[in-house]
T-cell receptor, first 111, second 115 residues
Framework: TQLLEQSPQFLSIQEGENLTVYCNSS?????LQWYRQEPGEGPVLLVT?????EVKKLKRLTFQFGDARKDSSLHITAAQPGDTGLYLC???????????FGKGTRLSVIA | GAVVSQHPSWVICKSGTSVKIECRSL??????MFWYRQFPKQSLMLMAT?????????EQGVEKDKFLINHASLTLSTLTVTSAHPEDSSFYIC???????????FGPGTRLTVL
């Protein structure tokens, strides 16, 4: 059974601080996706990484896929209150198989 | 884009009634759709995988006779919660993958409350 361990589970920081969320597994994934979900809404895809060692940037968010494609990280620079939400990582194997989700990181950025 | 819609966005029903939730891929064809439920402050829990033209694959512990899934076209999957009870109250979310792709796009979710 593939598992994704996501940490930390909860994170409360002040506006302007930096943070990193980690997603680790003993399994290899063909892709790793990061989503952000706000209360009462569905998850919104932030990024998909598919190549070991790949780094993608989305404004203040930096995503990295581990060389062995078993782990990933999300780094947010100068966090803002608008970054508040539930961040989910999900590992994929192929298009017809379900994603394996981490338990999520609930981020709260205080102004 | 890759837009997935769900209808209704919320529903309140009496115990014992059945509720149907629709999931549509609006601008792409989706051979596979997934149904999840999410309890407050928790991650998504996969219920079943829905493939167009074939029977859904249910996860362990999910009653297939209670949660009926139909995926009759490449753009529509439906989840029917039969004889709903208060413990079925939850946030139900669907996702869809483009034919040949591996990124899942999620719908906005449906909040079900069973009284």
């Amino acid at each position: 059974t593939q598992l994704l361990e996501q940490s930390p589970q909860f994170l409360s920081i002040q506006e302007g601080e930096n943070l990193t969320v980690y997603c680790n597994s003993s399994s290899v994934f063909s892709s790793l996706q990061w989503y952000r979900q706000e209360p009462g809404e569905g998850p919104v895809l932030l990024v998909t990484v598919v190549t070991g060692g790949e780094v993608k940037k989305l404004k203040r968010l930096t995503f990295q896929f581990g060389d062995a494609r078993k782990d990933s990280s999300l780094h947010i620079t100068a966090a803002q209150p608008g970054d508040t939400g539930l961040y989910l990582c999900a590992g994929g194997s192929s298009g017809n198989t379900p994603l394996v989700f981490g338990k999520g990181t609930r981020l709260s950025v205080i102004a | 884009g890759a837009v997935v819609s769900q209808h209704p966005s919320w529903v309140i029903c009496k115990s014992g009634t059945s509720v149907k939730i629709e999931c549509r891929s609006l601008d792409f064809q989706a051979t596979t759709m997934f149904w999840y439920r999410q309890f407050p402050k928790q991650s998504l829990m996969l219920m079943a995988t829905s493939n167009e033209g074939s029977k859904a694959t249910y996860e362990q512990g999910v009653e297939k006779d209670k949660f009926l899934i139909n995926h009759a076209s490449l753009t529509l999957s439906t989840l029917t919660v039969t004889s709903a009870h208060p413990e079925d109250s939850s946030f139900y979310i669907c996702s869809a993958t483009r034919t040949g792709g591996d990124t899942q796009y999620f719908g906005p979710g449906t909040r079900l409350t069973v009284l």
